[in-house]
Each structure stands twice: as C-alpha cells, then as structure tokens.
C-alpha cells in the first residue's frame, strides 16, 4: 500500500518529522508516497527503539551484578570507598601525630647524646615506628568502619 508521511503518521502516531527523517532513504512514487512494506520497518525498527527482550535481558544482567557485587560485599570481598577512606585517612593521622612528638619526646635524650651516629639511629627509629603505623593494616578493622557507617 502506498502511503503519504501524514498517513504514516495517522497509522503509527508518530511525529510527520521523525517519519520523515526515517524514510528519507526510501524511493518514493509519482505522487511522493511510500511503499508501506519499506517504511514501516524503518519506522519500528531498532533505530531509537527499545527491544523488550534486549531490555530485560540488559535489567537481568545489571541485577546478576549488583547481586555478586552485593555477595562479595557481605563475604568481606568487596569494601565502600567510604570505609577505605577512614581507614586510610585514620592511619595518616596517627603518623601524623606520632611524627609531631618526636621532637618533645627525644629533646632532652638528643641533647644529652654527643654521637652523631645514635642521634641519627634514634631519629631512623622514631620515624619507621610513625610509618609502621601506616603500613600496619591489621591494626585497621575494614568490617567496623563499614558498621559505623551504617
């Protein structure tokens, strides 16, 4: 059946401008109508237009995902952005803060020392011990800065 862009639009309800834009490719008759049996394809093909069973199939695998990302969350696989940021920003101040007493606390031991050597082995182990506060996860419980959050 040969049809016009406005009995196409009458037909499918669609705008005369999206049939339009559609079909332009298609050859047309002496009047400037179109075959139906090439324009409707066009018009209810896949260009913008949803096909359910690709959509459900698209909703099946985001839900298959946020399932496994939800299962290794709870097995202790998986920890929140949030909960690392604490934690690591937790250990950072702790070495902040141990590196902030060295000088009161070993003032009067390096004043006293005359050995350049032992003044610096003491400085060395001063500030190792401030880095292994870093370095020392198992001091940090990922699962209660997750739970404090809640």
Known sequence: M???INQLSELTGRDRRTIKRRIEAL????QGRYDSTQALPLLYGSKGELDPSQERAKLDQARRELAELEFSKRRGALIEEGTVFRVVESAAT???EHLLTIPGRMADFLAAEANARSIEAT???EIRSALERITDVSRYDFG???EQKA
């Open 144 to 146: 209660k800065q997750a």
């Open 123 to 125: 400085l060395n182990q």
């Open 27 to 30: 050859p047309t008759d002496d």
């Open 94 to 96: 702790a070495c902040r």
């Open 2 to 4: 040969q049809c016009s």
